[in-house]
Every structure is written in C-alpha cells, then in structure tokens.
C-alpha cells in the first residue's frame, strides 16, 4: 500500500490545483498538441473558434513565447520562422493595445474600432522597422494614421518586404475578445472590425493575424462583411477526443517531479517515455486509443466504475461525465477531476489497492463541477443569477416546471433582472430565449420527448439532482 500511497501523492505533485495560465507562457512539460490542434497553429488559420478550457488563451500564450514556438516547431513548422506579437489579451498591455476602457473612450469619441485594430498592427510594425508614430496616447496612432494613408500603406509594404528579405513571417494573435467591452452590440462591432482587419492583413504575403474566439461570438453576426468567406475557410475549432484528454494527462503525469508515475508508466507500457531538453514526451501510440493507452488508465483505476461492468469503464466513465450538453469535455475540467480523485482516495480510500478508487473518481466530477460553474460564472454573470432559482430540482423534467421557478422569482421576465455585463443574448426573446441561450452553451440539453435534462459537468455544481446520477455536494 506504500506504492499505492506513493502514486497519488505523485499525481496530486503532478497535476496543478489551477490548469489555467491566466495569459502567461505555459510549462514547456504541459505543451501537448492534440491532432485538431495542429490545424489552429498553422499560420494560413486567421480564425480559431472554442468554448471554455480549450485551449484559446493557453495557445496565445504559447505562440508569443519564443522558447515555446521553438517547441511547437517539430509540429508547426513555419513558427521556427515566425515572429509574433500578441494583439489582445486578457493580459493588459497598453503600449501594445487599449484595453477595454480606452476602447470605450475611443468609439465613444467617434473613432471606428477598424481604425483601432489597425493601429495595433501598425504600431508593432513600425517598431519592428525602428520607425518613430505618434504612440504617446492611442488616439495619436489613430490619428497619424487616419491623416496618412499613403504613409500607412508604405510602412506596411516595408514591413512585409523587410520579413520577406529574413525569411521570416510575422503573426499577431487576438484573444480574449469578451473583455473589450460589456454590451453584446458594442463588442460584435469590435470583433467584426479586428476580422476585417485580419483580412486586411491577408494581402501581404509575410503579415498575418490569427483571431481566438469564442463559439457565441463567432454564432453572432460578426462575419456580415465582404469577402469574410476567405476568413471562414481558415477556421479551426479547438476540440478535445477522449484519447486526447488521456494523453494529455500521460503526458503531465510522466512529467511530475518524481520518478513513481514514471515507473508505473514503463511497468504498464514496457518501454521508457522519450526525453527531450528535460522533457518527458508520450510516444504517438498512447497519444490515441489504444490497448496501451487504455491499460495506463486501468493501472490508476481498474476496470469498472464499481465491483463489477454494469457500472462503467473508468477510461470512458472519467472522460464522458465531464462533457457538456453538445458532448465536449474541457482538458481543465478532466485534469481536476483526476485531482481530486487522488485527493479522495488518500484520504478515504488508503487500504485500497488502485491509485484512484471509483467512489472518488465520483467526487472529482463533483469539484470539476464545481470549477466549471465558476468558469461559465466569469464569462456569464448571468448564468449563475438564473440557475440559482433552480437548485434543488431533479433533471430531466418538463420545462414548464422550469420556467415556474424563473417567473417566481424574476417576474418581471429576464430582460429585468440584473446581470451585469453580457448579458443573456436573447433575453428580449423572453423566457423561452434565456432557454436557447443555455441549450447552446451547453448547459441545457432537450431529450427526445422535450424535457430539459443537464450534463453531470454542469448539473451537480449548480445543486440539481438525478435519479441515480452523481450527486451535488451536501
């Protein structure tokens, strides 16, 4: 039991309490390309479309560290080449771009956001040529360049032929776009102006722009512009495969700082993981679903999700509780499940004989939960405000029943209440609105016969029951 011990201890060392990278370069060891991926870091990809936890803002970070473009080099060849600038973040950096403030003030001023977007690019690109703009204030760039159009053209000209003549190729990301502003017409305006800016770019040879956006921004009406198809016919959608997901944590765990996962990797695997640079990598057949891969999960979890196979597999159970309502599951969400579980186990479980025991594999989707409605909470204050009426139900019911709890407690209908900024897209659309917006974030689900029912990923941490289901924390 001592090995047992050991091996949760390790996986507790291993994967982080927080995965999220708050806009900083990621741990060369947590670099894992899933296939979908690779598609999204190419540089002909303008436009990378996701949901929470995928991966948007950790591959922003990624491709503006220089350490970690060379990295992602063997994969995406064209970034050994590559110079990058990040263009928006949710790292705050005004020499580089205006935050959400400065943006407000400047389209409150009559200042277009076409015109704001391009001075980002411009200013990064006279500063790559050592050419002095107006930067004192963002209006001044705005302003050099609105009066000098024919000088804009030139610098721009200059720069490409400067990267041409190098060999080299300059791309600036965009992400985080949500925090540009706080009302859903004024931000579809912003986004819609930086992708046709991203087009702009599309006529230099050496000048791109990628574009990291979330999926309800991009379902808006953003692309009602010309030519936005050539935009469209670059996009890349971040998704994760149950055989990434455990990849991804292979990979993590053979990366911890002691040697015990390593060793139940080669007594699992009869091989050892190659090492590059301090690196540990997963050779590409634990990479997909295959016996192996499938046998390392075994050797943390056993083979069914209780005494026996009418409960589940623990290799798909883990991975298929956690998907949301369009059956996506976030590597943030898998990789804090598998924490917790190791937590559990130690302390309840410490004479069983496997790393992570079924029961606590139960209460890791609990404390995932618990993360992902804070996360959904941070991008959608209101979400939080209409699904707390509802705690206490048990899923699936009738809508009807739903929608009893909403109008008792907001009865002047969704438009009335107060949810601060983004507010719910449809909600002029009413109750029935406030329902679609769920349905397509992936919180409510329809069944067949028209009730609504939840995924576990987002039922438990919002207190709603199931019959049989994994239940909400006392």
Request: charged share 25%; proline share 5%; hydrophobic share 40%.
């Amino acid at each position: 039991m001592a090995d047992v011990t050991k091996i949760r201890e390790a996986i507790i060392a291993a994967l982080p309490i927080d995965t999220a990278n708050h806009g900083e370069p990621p741990d060369a060891a947590a670099l894992y390309i899933p296939p979908a991926h690779v598609k999204a870091l190419r540089l002909e990809c303008n436009l990378v479309v996701g949901t929470r936890g995928v991966g948007k803002s950790f591959w922003t970070a990624a491709l503006g560290s220089s350490d970690l473009r060379a990295a992602l080099g063997s994969s995406v060849r064209e970034l050994d080449h590559t110079d990058v600038r990040i263009g928006f973040s949710m790292t705050e950096s005004i020499d580089h771009y205006p935050n959400a403030e400065i943006f407000a003030q400047m389209l409150g001023s009559g200042i277009e956001a076409y015109d704001i977007w391009r001075a980002v690019v411009v200013r990064w690109l006279a500063a790559r040529l050592s050419e002095n703009l107006p930067n004192a204030h963002w209006t001044d760039t705005v302003r050099w360049l609105k009066e000098n159009p024919e000088d804009t053209a030139r610098l721009m000209q200059r720069a490409d032929t400067v990267f041409a003549e190098k060999q080299r190729f300059g791309l600036i990301v965009f992400d985080a776009l949500d925090r540009t502003g706080n009302d859903w017409r004024v931000m579809d305006g912003i986004v819609r102006d930086l992708l046709r800016t991203t087009l702009w770019l599309k006529s230099y040879s050496r000048l791109s722009a990628k574009v990291f956006l979330r999926e309800d921004q991009f379902e808006r009406t953003v692309t009602d512009f010309p030519d936005a198809s050539k935009l469209l016919a670059t996009r890349a959608d971040l998704t994760w495969a149950r055989h990434d997901l455990h990849g991804l944590l292979w990979q993590t765990l053979i990366n911890a700082p002691c040697e015990r996962l390593r060793e139940l990797y080669r007594s699992v695997v009869k091989a050892s993981p190659s090492e590059s640079n301090g690196v540990w990598q997963l050779p590409g057949e634990l990479k997909k679903e295959t016996l192996s891969q499938r046998a390392l999960f075994e050797a943390l979890a056993g083979l069914w999700m209780g005494r026996d196979r009418r409960r589940g597999v623990p290799y798909i159970w883990s991975v298929g509780h956690l998907a949301d309502g369009k059956g996506r599951t976030s590597p943030r969400s898998f990789l804090a499940a598998i924490r917790q579980a190791a937590e559990d186990s130690l302390e309840r479980y410490p004479d069983h004989p496997l790393p992570l025991h079924y029961e606590s594999i139960k209460r890791g989707i609990q404390r995932a939960s618990e993360i992902r409605v804070d996360e959904i909470a941070e991008d959608y204050p209101w979400v939080r405000t209409f699904m707390s009426p509802l705690a206490g139900l048990t899923v699936p019911c009738e809508y009807a029943l739903i929608e009893q709890h909403w109008t008792h407690d907001f009865p002047s209908g969704p438009g009335a209440a107060s949810v601060g900024r983004l507010p719910p897209q449809h909600a002029e659309r009413g109750w029935d609105g406030l329902r679609q917006d769920l349905i397509r974030l992936g919180i409510f689900e329809t069944k067949k016969d028209g009730r609504i029912d939840m995924p576990d990923l987002y039922r438990v941490g919002f207190g709603l029951g199931r019959r049989g289901g994994v239940k909400p924390k006392g």
